[in-house]
């Protein structure tokens, strides 16, 4: 197995390390009375110095001022799929006595489906201006309050007033990936008919919902601080489809 624990070398001389730590859950049902499912969950925890072989450090004096939490970090993730044969038509639950025309139209659909959701990853505050006057980049600003808002939403994420910028010719005093941004639930599901022709030839219809329930999955928030007006604003969402889409397909299968 892979190590939990990693170095990042870069330029001659190791720049950080990490850890990781995980609880991972799995559920599995073979097919059987028309269903099949797969479900995993895991609850998990990055602690690092340095995230990527490239990364930003605002003091190369003190690497361990860059220690948090892994800017992959995402407390929580579920993932579950299935498919399902609907207990309706010929041989089945309900209607099971239902034959020709009848049949075609209630029997032989099925279901599938994929649903995602995980917490928001951790984003971390940077400042308008170079106050330590170095040329590392990433400069940070200082943190005088948690930052969290109990009402958070895509006008105003995090509490700007708790990142004021650092007086010059020092460094900030708030630390990496602080602030967590928004999580996501995406819900991608289908219905599927087959229609037999043939004991070797089917005609299938298939109706695709991605992100079917329109699910608003915000983006990261601005997190350059002093920007009145941007600071702490959504401004985006994120997702592989960005909203629902609906296709209809229909294949012919021999």
């Not at 969950?41 to 190369?60: F, M, V």
């Not at 041989?91 to 649903?115: D, E, P």
Request: with cysteine; glycine share 14%; net charge positive.
């Amino acid at each position: 197995p892979v190590s939990p624990v990693y170095l990042s070398y870069y330029a001659g001389g190791y720049l950080g390390a990490g850890n990781y730590n995980a609880l991972t859950g799995l559920v599995r049902k073979q097919f059987s009375q028309g269903l099949t499912l797969l479900a995993h969950l895991t609850w998990a925890k990055g602690i690092d110095s340095s995230s990527s072989y490239r990364t930003t450090i605002q003091n190369p004096e003190n690497i361990a001022g860059e220690r948090g939490l892994s800017s992959f970090h995402t407390p929580r993730r579920f993932v579950a799929s299935w498919i399902y044969e609907l207990p309706f038509g010929s041989g089945k639950r309900f209607l099971g006595g239902t034959h020709g025309v009848a049949n075609q139209v209630v029997g032989g659909w099925q279901s599938t489906g994929i649903l995602t959701l995980y917490d928001g990853f951790y984003l971390t505050p940077s400042s308008p201006e170079n106050t330590a006057n170095v040329d590392t980049g990433g400069v940070r600003p200082d943190r005088t309050c948690d930052g969290h808002l109990s009402n958070a939403n895509r006008n105003l994420w995090f509490d700007p007033s708790c990142f004021p910028v650092g007086a010059p010719y020092r460094f900030g005093t708030a630390g990496r990936d602080i602030i967590q941004g928004p999580g996501a639930a995406m819900f991608d599901f289908s219905f599927l008919k087959n229609f037999h022709i043939k004991e070797d030839q089917q005609i299938q219809f298939r109706l695709e919902l991605f992100d079917g329930l329109n699910h608003t999955n915000l983006g990261n928030p601005y997190t350059t601080v002093g920007i009145p007006g941007a600071t702490g604003v959504i401004f985006g969402t994120t997702g592989v489809v960005g909203a629902r889409q609906i296709q209809f397909a229909l294949k012919y299968l021999f």
